[in-house]
């Protein structure tokens, strides 16, 4: 068995998530793939279907990459606005 072998571990929402991910997982150098599921010849149909994109580690990291990815999901979102 391959024990470098990448597995799924999170479907990712937007590409506002898939940012913050990146860069957790670029700053604790954890290696990972993201397949995005757009397509311009669909205009993104299947984002709907698939969800913006796939994020792969290997299996020795899915649980520390979990763990990341809860806390990322559980921070608040603060849009600002340049009219206030």
Known sequence: ??????????T????????MIKDALDKDA??????????TAYDGLFILQKGYA???VEERDKERVLALVKRIKSLP???YSKDE
């Open 77 to 79: 979102y603060v849009a």
């Open 12 to 19: 990712i929402e937007s590409i506002f998530e898939m940012d």
């Open 1 to 10: 068995m391959d024990r470098n072998k990448q597995i799924n571990v999170h």
């Open 30 to 39: 954890i290696p990972y793939t993201i397949k995005e599921h757009r397509d």
């Open 54 to 56: 796939s994020l792969y």
